[in-house]
C-alpha cells in the first residue's frame, strides 16, 4: 500500500502517496485512505470512477496531487477528517472558503430527506416560497408559511440553490459523511437592492400542488418581477386571483371576487387578522391592498380549515411583513392615476421594526376618458394608510400590531358625493411554549362606513351605513411529529351594523328622517383540526368547527301576515321590542372539514375534500356589483343562516422538476337559504326589509383546469373552468317565487371562463408580460315585448329573471418593464412600466339597460384602450 505516512490518526492533508499508486482506480485508491485513517473523501462517484492514477515519480501530498493532476479536480479541505473533491470549473465558482461547501449526516439509506429554513437575514422574517432546487437531479421545493422546506434527495454529490426574487441567491456543494452531525441547511438570505417587491401569483410551495392535503389553495407572495400586466401601473392581488381557475368578476367595476359562483358578500377577507368589508378602491378599478406591505397572500377556494369560519364560499387572508429590522429602506411608485410610498427599517435594532406605507390617486382624467357618459362629468379619489409595528420581545415571544385606514370619494354631477371608508386596528401575539407547543392570539376591530351626501337644494340629504366587528382568537398548535400535528381554538365575534340611516338637510322639503335600527350580535366558535401523514401515500387533514349564534336586541322585530298582502309586501299585524342585549333569536351550526390525498408516485397525487361552514351575516345588494349604498345584516327570526357544503375531487401533476404543474379539480356546492329579493322589492332604507327578502337554495358546480410553467425564461399559466351558478326560489306564495320555482341562473354564473399569462424575460432587466382573459357573459332579465298605448305609454313584458346574458367578456392586458442594471455599490433601484390595459380596445358591456320604450342601451366603463407609464423605486 503506498501510504508512507504510518499511524491511523492523520490528518486528511497531511496523507501522502507515492509511486507505487500508479495504476489504481482514484476511487479504490481513496477508499484505502478512508478505510486506514478514519478519513471521509467526498465526491461524486460516477465523475471518479473512471479515473486512474499515473505519473507518480515521487512522495506528494494526496491533495495536491488531486489538485494539480491531470483530473482537471480540485481537493478541498473541510477540517482535519474531510475533503470534498470537484471539479475545476466548480471550484474556480465556489473556491476554497469551507463555509460553500455542507456536509450532512446520512440516513444510511439511498435518500435522505434534506430539510431546513429560510429567513430574511435583516428582518428575521420567514421567508414562503423559496426556491429549493437541485437542478442536476431535477429536484425542488418551495418553502411553506413557516420558511420550511423538505426534499428528498440521492445521498450523493450535488449542487444546492436557494433562490427568492428580491434576495441573493444562496448556493452550496452538498455532500453526505458519516463523520458529519449536521442534519439540515438553514440560511438568512439577505435582500438584494436590484429587485423590486411585487405581488405576483405563485405556489406556495412547488411541491404543495401535488402533497398539500388541501384542495383549492391559491397562494400569492412577494416574488418575481411585475410579470402580471398592470392596470395604470398598479400591481393588484386581486386581479392576479381573477386569472386563476374558480375565480371571477362580474366586471371591471365590481367590489371583490366571486369565487366558485359565489357572491361577493360570501367571502372571508382579512388582512393581519382584521376583516375587510370592501377590498376595492374606486368600485373596482384598484385593490385596497397596499402591495409594497404584503407578505403574502392565501386564498382557500374551499373554504378552508378549522379555524376559519363565517362564510360559505371562501377565505382570502392576507398577511403584511414586518418592518426591517436592521436596515431603513424606502420604495413606492409614480404612476398616472395613483402613487405610493413606502418605509420600512429598526426602530430598536434587531427587536422592533416598523414598516408604514400610503397610496393617493389622481383619477379624475381617467373618468373624463372612459365612454360612459355618466362618469366624464365627476370625479374620484381615493387614499390608503397601512402601518405595522412588529417587536421581538424573545425568542418566544413576539408582537405586531397592525393599523389600515383608507377613503374612496366619488362625486356625482356636482350633486352627490359617495364615499366609503375602512378604519382597522389589530394586535397579535406568538408565543412558543417550553414544551414546544405555540400559540397565537388576535384581537381585531374593523370598523367599515359608508356614506352620501346630497347637496340638492330642496332635496338634500346626508345617507350612511356600516358594520363594526370586534373580533379575538386564540389558536394553539402541536407539532408531535413530521407527521402528526393538531391545531384548537376559540374565536369570538361581536358585530354591529347599522342598515341605514338618513338625516335632510335643513334647507330640505319632502324628505323625512329615517333611522333603522342597528343589529347587534355575538358568534362564538371553538374548533380542532389534525393533520396526520398515514403513510408514504395517504394523509388527511380534518378539523371541526362548533359555531353559536345570538342576534341581540336593542331592536324592534315586526310580525308578518303573508296571507294578506300590502300591496306587494306581507301585511304587518304586530311587533316585538327587545331590550338592550336580549337574545332575539340564536342559531348553531356544527360544521366538519376534512381533505384527503393519496399519492401516486412523487410527482402525482389525487386529492378529495368536503366542506360546511355557517354564515350569519348577510350582504344586502340590488346591484351585480357592490355599491356604496350596500349593507350588511345579521341572521334574525325571519333571516335563517346561509349552510354550505361543498365537496371536490382533483388530480395533480409536476414535471419536470417541479417545472409544470398541472391540476384538474371538479367541485360541487350546495347552499341553503341563499338570499334574493322578491319582484321590486325596497333594499334600502326599509324598516322591515325581511318582507321583501326570500331564502332558497343556491348549487354551484363545475371543473378547474390549470397548466403551469414555473421556471425559465419563458413563464406564465394557462387556466380554465366550466361552472354553472344556479338559484332556486320556491314557496305556496307566487310573490315569494322566482321562475316559477325552477333553478335559474344566478347574476354570477358564467359557464366558460379563459385566463392565459404569458412572461417573457429577454434578461435581467427587461421582461415582456401579457394577460388574456375571456368569460361568458353574465346573465340579465329583458323585455320580451311591448304594450304600446298611443305615442305615451309603453307596458313592458319582461322574461323570466336572467333567462338571457349579456355580450362576452374578453380583453387582452400587456406590459413591459425595464430595471436598472445591477451595480455592487448602487443603493437606488428603479424600473419603468409600460401597459396597456384593454390593448385592442374592446367595448365589454358591464351591464344593458332598457329605457321605458324598451330599447337597449350597453354600458362600457372601459370601452377604449388605456396606455400607462410608471416608475417604481426602492433605496
Keep these: 500500500m503506498s501510504l508512507s505516512l504510518t ?207 388541501l384542495t383549492g389553495v391559491e397562494n400569492l407572495s412577494i416574488s418575481t418581477i411585475k410579470e402580471l400586466p398592470t392596470f395604470m401601473g398598479e400591481v393588484d392581488p386581486l386581479k392576479g386571483l381573477i386569472t ?50 404584503i407578505s403574502n397572500v392565501t386564498l382557500y377556494k374551499g373554504g378552508g380549515d378549522a379555524s376559519y369560519g363565517g362564510r360559505v364560499s371562501s377565505v382570502m387572508e392576507v398577511n403584511l411583513k414586518n418592518g426591517n429590522a436592521t436596515l431603513h429602506t424606502f420604495s ?90 375602512t378604519t382597522n386596528l389589530s394586535l397579535k401575539w406568538d408565543h412558543v411554549f417550553k414544551s414546544g407547543m405555540a400559540s397565537t392570539m388576535t384581537i381585531s376591530n374593523s370598523n367599515y362606513g359608508s356614506n352620501v351626501d346630497n347637496e340638492n337644494l330642496l332635496s338634500g340629504f346626508k345617507y350612511s351605513n356600516g358594520i363594526k366587528n370586534l373580533m379575538t382568537k386564540y389558536v394553539v398548535t402541536n407539532e408531535f411529529n413530521e407527521k402528526f400535528n393538531t391545531a384548537a381554538g376559540i374565536e369570538a365575534n361581536y358585530n354591529l351594523s347599522d342598515p341605514g340611516k338618513l338625516v335632510p338637510n335643513e334647507e330640505s322639503v319632502n324628505v323625512d328622517a329615517v333611522d333603522i335600527n342597528n343589529q347587534k350580535s355575538l358568534e362564538a366558535a371553538v374548533f380542532i383540526s389534525t393533520d396526520f401523514e398515514i403513510n408514504d401515500k395517504l394523509s388527511f387533514t380534518a378539523g371541526i368547527r362548533q359555531s353559536n349564534f345570538f342576534r341581540l336586541g336593542e331592536d324592534k322585530i315586526y310580525k308578518f301576515d303573508y296571507d294578506n298582502l300590502d300591496g306587494r309586501y306581507p301585511s304587518i299585524v304586530d311587533s316585538t321590542v327587545y331590550k338592550s342585549n ?28 368536503y366542506y360546511r361552514g355557517y354564515q350569519y351575516l348577510h350582504l344586502v345588494s340590488n346591484t351585480t356589483a357592490s355599491a356604496p349604498l350596500d349593507y350588511w345584516i345579521s341572521s334574525g327570526p325571519y333571516i335563517e343562516p346561509e349552510i354550505g357544503d361543498q365537496v371536490s375531487l382533483g388530480y395533480f401533476k409536476n414535471m419536470y422538476n417541479n417545472t409544470y404543474e398541472i391540476s384538474v379539480e371538479g367541485f360541487y356546492k350546495n347552499v341553503k337559504n341563499t338570499i334574493d329579493y322578491i319582484e321590486g322589492a325596497n333594499t334600502t332604507l326599509n324598516k322591515s326589509l325581511e318582507s321583501g327578502m ?58 366558460h371562463s379563459l385566463s392565459f399569462v404569458i412572461n417573457y424575460n429577454f434578461n435581467q432587466q427587461v421582461t415582456l408580460s401579457s394577460n388574456f382573459t375571456y368569460s361568458t357573459g353574465r346573465p340579465i332579465t329583458i323585455p320580451i315585448s311591448k304594450f304600446s298605448y298611443d305615442a305615451y305609454l309603453s307596458v313592458l313584458n319582461y322574461s323570466k329573471r336572467n333567462e338571457y346574458r349579456i355580450p362576452d367578456y374578453h380583453r387582452l392586458d400587456v406590459s413591459l418593464t425595464i430595471k436598472d442594471r445591477i451595480k455592487s455599490n448602487k443603493r437606488f433601484y428603479g424600473e419603468w412600466v409600460f401597459s396597456v390595459y384593454n390593448l385592442y380596445g374592446r367595448k365589454n358591456a358591464f351591464s344593458i339597460y332598457f329605457d321605458s320604450y324598451g330599447n337597449a342601451h350597453k354600458v362600457a366603463i372601459l370601452g377604449t384602450f388605456f396606455p400607462s407609464l410608471s416608475y417604481n423605486f426602492k433605496f
Excluded: C
Design 332 to 421: 413606492g411608485g409614480i404612476g398616472m392615476v395613483s402613487s405610493r410610498i413606502s418605509a420600512e427599517g429598526p426602530i430598536v435594532r434587531d427587536r422592533v421594526s416598523y414598516n408604514f406605507g400610503g397610496r393617493v390617486s389622481y383619477t379624475n382624467w381617467l373618468l373624463k376618458a372612459t365612454n360612459n357618459i355618466d362618469l366624464v362629468d365627476n370625479s374620484a379619489k381615493f387614499y390608503d394608510l397601512t402601518g405595522k409595528i412588529f417587536y421581538e420581545i424573545n425568542k418566544n415571544n413576539s408582537v405586531a400590531l397592525t393599523g389600515y385606514n383608507s377613503n374612496d370619494e366619488f362625486k356625482l354631477d356636482n350633486d352627490s358625493t359617495f364615499s366609503w371608508s
Design 694 to 751: 326570500i331564502q332558497g337554495n343556491g348549487i354551484a358546480y363545475g371543473v378547474e383546469v390549470m397548466v403551469k410553467k414555473n421556471t425559465g425564461n419563458l413563464n406564465g399559466w394557462l387556466s380554465y373552468t366550466y361552472a354553472r351558478s344556479l338559484r332556486k326560489f320556491d314557496s305556496p306564495l307566487e310573490i315569494r317565487t322566482i321562475n316559477n320555482g325552477e333553478y335559474y341562473a344566478s347574476l354570477n354564473d358564467q359557464p
Design 244 to 293: 386563476l381557475p374558480g375565480v371571477s368578476t362580474v366586471g371591471e367595476v365590481s367590489s371583490g371576487i366571486n369565487v366558485r359562483g359565489g357572491d361577493t358578500g360570501q367571502n372571508l377577507i382579512i388582512q393581519d387578522g382584521a376583516i375587510i368589508y370592501n377590498p376595492t378602491h374606486l368600485f373596482g378599478f384598484f385593490s385596497a391592498f397596499n402591495p409594497d406591505m
Design 582 to 609: 336580549e337574545v332575539i333569536t340564536s342559531y348553531r351550526g356544527l360544521e366538519p372539514r376534512v381533505s384527503l390525498r393519496y399519492l401516486l408516485n412523487d410527482l402525482t397525487s389525487i386529492k378529495a375534500s
Design 7 to 213: 499511524g491511523y490518526t492523520q490528518t486528511i492533508n497531511r496523507v501522502i502517496i507515492d509511486k507505487s499508486a500508479n495504476g489504481k482506480g482514484l476511487v479504490n485508491y481513496l477508499k484505502e485512505v478512508e478505510n486506514k485513517y478514519g478519513l471521509d473523501f467526498i465526491y461524486d462517484t460516477s465523475q471518479l470512477e473512471p479515473l486512474s492514477i499515473n505519473g507518480i515519480t515521487e512522495e506528494k501530498y494526496l491533495l495536491d496531487y488531486i489538485d494539480n493532476s491531470v483530473f482537471n479536480l480540485s481537493a478541498i479541505k473541510l477540517n482535519d477528517n474531510m475533503a470534498v473533491i470537484v471539479d475545476k470549473k466548480t471550484s474556480y465558482e465556489f473556491g476554497k472558503k469551507r463555509d460553500n461547501y455542507i456536509v450532512l449526516k446520512p440516513s444510511g439509506k439511498s435518500k435522505s430527506i434534506l430539510k431546513g429554513n429560510v429567513w430574511d437575514g435583516t428582518t428575521d422574517e420567514k421567508l414562503i416560497g423559496v426556491q429549493v432546487v437541485i437542478q442536476s437531479k431535477q429536484l425542488g421545493a418551495l418553502t411553506d408559511e413557516k420558511g420550511n422546506y423538505e426534499l428528498s434527495v440521492p445521498e450523493s454529490l450535488f449542487r444546492l440553490d436557494i433562490r427568492y426574487v428580491g434576495y441573493e441567491t444562496v448556493s452550496y456543494i452538498v455532500g453526505f459523511s458519516k463523520l458529519s452531525n449536521r442534519t439540515d441547511i438553514s440560511v438568512g438570505m439577505r435582500p438584494s437592492l436590484s429587485q423590486l417587491e411585487t405581488v405576483v401569483v405563485t405556489a406556495s410551495k412547488a411541491e404543495d400542488n401535488v402533497k398539500n392535503n
